[in-house]
Each structure stands twice: as C-alpha cells, then as structure tokens.
C-alpha cells in the first residue's frame, strides 16, 4: 500500500504503520514523505499512490474533480469520490535555535531578526508563513534585505532552525516537538487560517479498498494518540 503524506506527518506516521502492522498484518506499507506540492505533481505525473495526505486543502483541490475550478484549474480528477476526509489539524509555530541568541520572542520580532528559515512559496507550510508575515506587513523588508533562506519542505526549515544556521523559522508545531525546538509563537487562524490536513484515496489506487481501511484506521482512538502525542488535532 503506497501512501504519499505531507513531510510533516513523517514520525507520526511511521509509528502508526508499525501499530497497523498489527491490525493488518499482510499489508507492508510504502511511505514517500515529502511537500505536498511536490508530492501533488508525483500523482499527476502518474506516480503509483493509494492514499495521499496533504498538509493543505490546495494540493488536495489541485487533484480533485469536486473541487472548485478555481483551484484545480487543470480539471485533474485524481481523488476517489467519497474518500475524502479533514484528517487532522496542526499549527503554524514561530521556533528558534537553542537558547535564542537573537531574542525572538513573537512574530512581530521577526522584523528585528537577521536571518528566517521559510517553506518555499509551492509548499503549505511556505505559503502558511508567507500569509502570515505579508499580513505582518514584514515580508517586503524580509526579501528586500535578503534575510530570508528558503527550504523546500518543512524538515529542511526545521533543520535550519536546529542546527542554528539562523535567528528564527516558522514549521509546524508538531516537527518543532518531533526535533526539541522551542517555539515562541504561534499563528492563529486570523493570521493564516486553519492548518487542516485532508486525506483521500486516489482513483488510480491498485489496492483502494486496503487503503480506504488504512484512511479508517488513521482515525481510530489508537491512531488519534500518536497524532496528539505530537500536537496535531483531530478534525470534530
């Protein structure tokens, strides 16, 4: 069973096919863990995928026939009608290297920083911060200073980050818990919406009734700990 999942899912996932392992035994799991964009642009490519679990609505939309054309402009019809489910939720988080020699304590800090680690503007948690500092009104003088360096999905932020090579990133309030890292700050809906994590079988899936046991299994009581455990919330 291939399951394509959001980088930020990585930890959380693996411990939760292990648990699966047990439940169904004579399913092997297959993970590709990467940004969703370029994960969005695999399976419309004509990678093999079962399940694909997003770290946004936007890639998800990208490859849904349901969806608004506005969003899946190409009328690419990648996702099995009635699959589709708001999996989880996360959080956008303010992090800083260990002991914070920059003193970033919020968002609004970041206009004082010298160097920001950020998601590139083609993968959620990029365009989440992008949405975030542009209504801060911090982005322009950001870019404009060359302050910004930029990774191509959350773990390459979050690495960033931890090995201190700058002041301050924004990743998700789960990798900051999977890797230690303080967080100062965190957005709020206002700032950049809901963090909502959808799930769906795709249609061109070779084993669409195991993945639609595994999508069931993801959100059992026993899945949900392992989610909670590292700060994601489940959809009501």
């Known amino acids: 069973l291939i399951v394509f999942a959001a980088a930020s899912l990585q930890e959380t996932l693996t411990q939760i096919g292990e648990l699966y392992q047990a439940v169904a035994p004579n399913v092997t799991l297959i993970f ?11 399976i419309q490519e004509g990678a093999d995928c079962d399940l694909f679990i997003s770290a946004a609505q936007k890639q998800m ?7 608004d054309p506005e969003v899946n402009t190409e009328g690419l ?3 099995e009608q009635g699959t589709r489910v708001n999996l989880l939720e996360n959080k956008v988080a303010l992090v800083v290297p260990e002991g914070n020699p920059a003193n970033i304590n919020s968002f609004a ?3 004082n920083c010298e160097s920001i680690a950020l998601g ?21 003088g950001l870019e404009s200073g060359s302050k910004i360096t930029y990774g191509s999905n959350v773990k390459e932020v979050t690495t960033q980050v931890s090995e201190g090579t700058v002041d301050c990133g924004v990743i998700y309030a789960t990798d900051a818990f999977s890797a ?6 965190e957005a709020t809906a206002e700032m950049c919406g809901q963090v909502i994590y959808p ?8 084993n669409p009734d195991a ?22 919330s489940p959809m009501a």
Do not use: H, R, W
Request: aromatic share 8%; charged share 20%.
């Open 180 to 185: 230690g890292l303080t967080v100062v700050d």
């Open 61 to 67: 939309n990208q490859l849904d026939a349901a969806a």
């Open 32 to 42: 590709s863990f990467d940004s969703s964009g370029t994960l969005k642009t695999q």
């Open 120 to 140: 590139n503007d083609d993968v959620p948690v990029g365009q989440y911060s992008i949405e975030i500092l542009t209504n801060l009104g911090l982005l322009e």
């Open 77 to 79: 019809d990648f996702v």
């Open 109 to 111: 800090d970041i206009a």
């Open 199 to 206: 799930a769906a079988v795709m249609k061109n899936s070779a």
């Open 211 to 232: 993945a639609k046991a595994f999508l069931d299994f993801l959100s059992t009581d026993e899945a949900m700990a392992c989610f909670e455990a590292v700060g994601f």
